[in-house]
């Protein structure tokens, strides 16, 4: 009896050593597969952060193409008010020929109405007064 309990725990001993390997083999796969799946979820962070570079590269292109743009826009602005300047003192100098004007139209036309009413003073006396 004792040669069968042992020829049974021998039985029983290598089949758990084969279920160990067996268990073994399983862990081992699933170890491969688990370092596969981690090395391309590796790369693919890696990929993401290449393309995260890339779309902050063209965010700073593009933030300094504003800037360009904003430049040349406060450019044209300063040129604008400068010609605003030119313009009003332009208009200063208008208006101050046109008083200029002003005064001499007005100088010359009331030495042109006394001088119409002298002649039509005389033309008068003439025409009412001829014997005088």
């Known amino acids: 009896m004792t040669q069968t309990i042992e020829v049974s725990l021998i039985d029983v001993l290598n089949k758990i050593d084969s279920k160990i390997d067996r268990l073994d083999q399983k862990l081992e796969t699933k170890f491969e597969q688990l370092d596969n799946k981690v090395d391309r979820l590796s790369q693919d ?23 360009e743009v904003d430049k ?3 450019d044209i602005n300063k040129r604008f008010e400068d010609s605003n300047k030119r313009f009003d003192d332009m208009n200063k100098r208008f208006d101050e020929v046109n008083g200029r004007l002003n005064s001499l139209t007005l100088g010359f036309l009331s030495i042109v109405g006394v001088l119409v009413a002298g002649l039509l003073g005389i033309i008068g006396k003439l025409v009412f007064f001829p014997q005088i």
Do not use: L
């Not at 995260?52 to 300094?64: C, L, M, P």
């Open 45 to 67: 962070v890696t990929d993401i952060k290449i393309r995260v570079a890339k779309i902050e590269e063209r965010q700073d292109n593009v933030d300094k193409r504003f800037n």
């Open 72 to 74: 040349c826009f406060s």
